[in-house]
């Protein structure tokens, strides 16, 4: 069997989350958290749009973590980000933190917005 390491660039990959908090790249990040070619941000959740609006410019697909189980994000939010040019993908955050950091090892434009499980 061959093992290839994954490489990050400047990007910084989900190591590990849990109840309430996200580990990013080593740093332990509490609460919702928006990750963007810039690095990590707090998220206020589905009411706060401006930072989800503005990575439209700068990636191609946001994953969108709805927390322990999958659910619908607001339509008028997944309209609004949608007509920005950006696709939106919605899964449980424990499978959209998964695919974030195949697709970013991978070199994909993209950003998450994950709720803690």
Do not use: K, Q
Not at 71 to 90: K, M, Q, S, T
């Amino acid at each position: 069997m061959r093992l290839n390491e994954v490489t990050y660039d400047d990007s910084r990959p989900i190591d590990g989350y849990g109840p309430g908090f996200f580990r990013i790249g080593g740093e332990v990040i509490e609460g919702a958290v928006l990750l963007r070619p810039e690095g990590p941000l707090g998220w206020g959740g589905y009411d706060d749009r401006e930072g989800l609006r503005a990575v439209a410019a700068t990636v191609d697909v946001l994953f969108v973590g709805t927390g322990a189980e999958t659910a619908h994000i607001p339509r008028d939010l997944r309209d609004e980000l949608e007509e920005a040019g950006l696709g939106v993908e919605a899964m449980a955050t424990g499978p959209a933190c998964r695919t974030y950091n195949v697709l970013l090892s991978e070199g994909r434009r993209i950003a998450a917005a994950l709720l803690p499980v």
